[in-house]
């Protein structure tokens, strides 16, 4: 079983179309990234959450942070090929401090 | 804009070879890791360093073994392969920890690494 939980595992949309991709945890975290990655190459950072509640935006992505800070979402508007990729999420437990790796959900966006 | 450069990109071994992962950064980070990714299974973290000749184990370490002698090389061996290290196989570096503080990772681009 992961500590992250991502939801869903595979996503496969027409361009233009909105998505919401979740990770979700019954514990809590501190803070929370999320990094796309995409074929071949390394994940890359896309955003740090750190308070609950919190809203952040990115263009046309949108990240959210639970205000029990205990789940995460990323919202895309009007995906774009170029969107399509591996998204993680990955964060640090607040008793711990361990730090944990989601198991991603797949995008592909077909033009 | 190097950042931190991965070698080989891809190796098939035999079960029982051994073989040193490299993993090189160019920026002064004192942190650096080790990660495995399987499918559907998250990044793993197998060993981590906190500066030149210090060393310490992750998540699933069995199996490997990790030196850091000098701040930019990291690097990651397989004494004796075995099928369920088959995987492909991330390093990355941070400026700071990252159980303090929001520090992001910057990866390589992978060794995609098959024990046959």
């Known amino acids: 079983t992961q500590l992250l939980e991502q939801s869903p595992q595979f996503l496969s949309i027409q361009e233009g179309e909105n998505l919401t991709v979740y990770c979700n945890s019954s514990?809590?975290?501190?803070?929370l990234q999320w990094y796309r990655q995409e074929p071949g190459e390394g994940p890359v950072l896309l955003v740090t959450?750190?308070?609950?509640?919190e809203v952040k935006k990115l263009k046309r992505l949108t990240f959210q942070f639970g205000d029990a800070r205990k789940d995460s979402s990323l919202h895309i508007t009007a995906a774009q090929p170029g969107d399509t990729g591996l998204y993680l999420c990955?964060?640090?437990?607040?008793?711990?401090?361990?730090?944990?790796f989601g198991s991603g959900t797949k995008l592909n966006v077909k033009p | 804009n190097a950042g931190v450069t991965q070698t080989p990109k891809f190796r098939i071994l035999k079960i029982g070879q051994s073989m040193t992962l490299q993993c090189a950064q160019d920026?002064?980070?004192?942190?650096m890791y080790w990660y495995r990714q399987d499918p559907g299974m998250g990044l793993k973290l197998i060993y981590y360093?906190?500066?030149?000749?210090?060393?310490d184990k992750g998540e699933v370490p069995n199996g490997y073994n990790v030196s850091r002698s000098t701040t930019e090389d990291f690097p990651l061996r397989l004494e004796l392969a075995a099928p369920s290290q088959t995987s492909v196989y991330f390093c990355?570096?941070?400026?700071?920890?990252?159980?303090?503080?929001?520090?992001?990772?910057?990866f390589g681009d992978g060794t995609r690494l098959s024990i046959l």
């Open positions: 990355a570096s941070s400026r700071g920890s990252i159980w303090v503080g929001n520090q992001p990772q910057h």
């Open positions: 514990s809590v975290f501190s803070s």
């Open positions: 959450v750190v308070t609950g509640g």
């Open positions: 990955a964060g640090k437990t607040a008793d711990f401090n361990k730090f944990y």
């Open positions: 920026m002064n980070h004192n942190y």
């Open positions: 360093s906190v500066g030149a000749g210090i060393t």
